[in-house]
């Protein structure tokens, strides 16, 4: 059984700059969810997508957009990058039936 | 508002030695799970355990239990016989809106380190 795997590990962009994160669920899950983790902080629920649907999102501005795919991987978006967008980025995948979300490893996003 | 708050910021013990890290929390629900979740320097968020909020037994994984006490809002993690695998940040997380599968609030996490 696959887990979940995000792409890429690292990533540096300038401030303004669209960036695209990529994020593989584990095998039967249909339920994907992105996390905001500043340096120093617990994460932040950025939204969460089920069966190719945004089903619920954080206090996040509109610059920060996501996708499911019917193969339920899923994309974050995030335009018009900013300093404080640095941070990890996690994804974690989670069935319907299910209690518990599975995590990636996530992705490092340095913005200068 | 739904709240999760970790007081110890950092934590030391030392290896084979029992550590305890505590949670509270806020919330109008009456259904829900509670998670602590382990974070390694490698990044990835590792369940630990959870407890439903229903069950009055607290759970237990291995060497991982929990002192769970609904009307104080509490949820602490114990782990006992520490070994130095243990060395991760540490996050207690509940579902907003309760039940189960619904987006996770963390708190800030306990920065735990096990000396040799």
């Known amino acids: 059984e696959t887990g979940v795997t995000q792409s890429p590990t690292h990533l540096i962009k300038t401030r303004g700059q669209q960036v695209t994160l990529r994020c593989s669920s584990q095998s039967g899950h249909n339920t994907v969810s992105w996390y905001q983790q500043a340096l120093g902080q617990g994460p932040q629920f950025i939204f969460q997508?089920?069966?190719?649907?945004?089903?619920g999102r954080g206090n996040f501005p509109p610059r920060f957009s996501g996708l499911q795919f019917p193969n339920y991987s899923s994309e974050l978006n995030v335009n018009a990058l900013e300093l404080d967008d640095s941070a990890l980025y996690l994804c974690?995948?989670?069935?319907?039936?299910?209690?518990?979300?599975?995590f990636g490893p996530g992705t490092r996003l340095t913005v200068l | 508002a739904q709240t999760v708050t970790q007081s110890q910021p950092e934590m030391s013990v030392q290896e084979a030695e029992t550590v305890t890290l505590s949670c509270t929390y806020d919330?109008?629900?009456?259904?829900?799970?509670l998670f602590w979740y382990k974070q390694p320097p490698s990044r990835q968020m590792i369940l630990v355990i959870r407890q439903e909020a229903y069950k009055q037994q607290n759970a237990t994984e291995n060497r991982f239990s929990v002192n769970f006490q609904k009307a104080a809002k509490s949820f602490s993690l114990k782990i006992s016989d520490s070994q130095l695998g243990d060395t991760a940040m540490y996050f207690c997380a509940f579902p907003r809106g309760g039940g189960s599968q619904g987006n996770l609030i963390f708190g800030k996490g306990t920065k735990l380190s096990v000396k040799p």
């Open positions: 997508y089920y069966r190719e649907e945004e089903n």
């Open positions: 919330t109008s629900e009456n259904n829900y799970y």
């Open positions: 974690a995948s989670s069935s319907g039936g299910g209690a518990e979300q599975f």
